[in-house]
């Protein structure tokens, strides 16, 4: 469990009025599990969005490099074309 969840379960248990050295340790059973299973689901989170975050960045670097070529492709268009007529 991360130190930041077990600092807040400590927290928690300290206002319920468990005692606070007992904390998150002391728990076993249906709430142990509850809180083993929120570690979980953060880990896994966090594992999601930094696998989102680098989908996006390579779709962004995607959609930069076609701008690009595009960009290449008009400026080539305007040298091409003839300056001003007389």
Same mark, same amino acid.
């Given at each position: 469990?991360?130190?930041? $969840?077990? !600092? !807040?379960?400590?927290?928690? &248990? ?8 007992? *904390?998150?340790?002391? &728990? ?7 809180? +083993?299973?929120?570690? @979980? @689901?953060?880990? +896994? ?8 975050? *680098?989908?996006?960045?390579? /779709? ?5 490099? $076609?701008? /690009?070529?595009?960009? *290449?492709?008009?400026? /080539? $268009? ?5 300056? *001003?007529?007389?």
């Amino acid at each position: 469990m991360s130190d930041a $969840l077990r !600092a !807040a379960v400590d927290r928690t &248990l300290t206002a319920a009025g468990w005692p606070a050295r007992k *904390g998150s340790a002391a &728990l076993s059973g249906a709430p142990g599990d509850l809180l +083993d299973e929120l570690a @979980r @689901r953060g880990r +896994d989170a966090r594992t999601q969005l930094s696998r989102h975050g *680098g989908q996006a960045r390579d /779709e962004v670097s995607r959609q930069l490099e $076609l701008i /690009e070529r595009r960009l *290449g492709s008009l400026e /080539e $268009l305007i040298q091409a074309t003839p300056k *001003g007529k007389p």
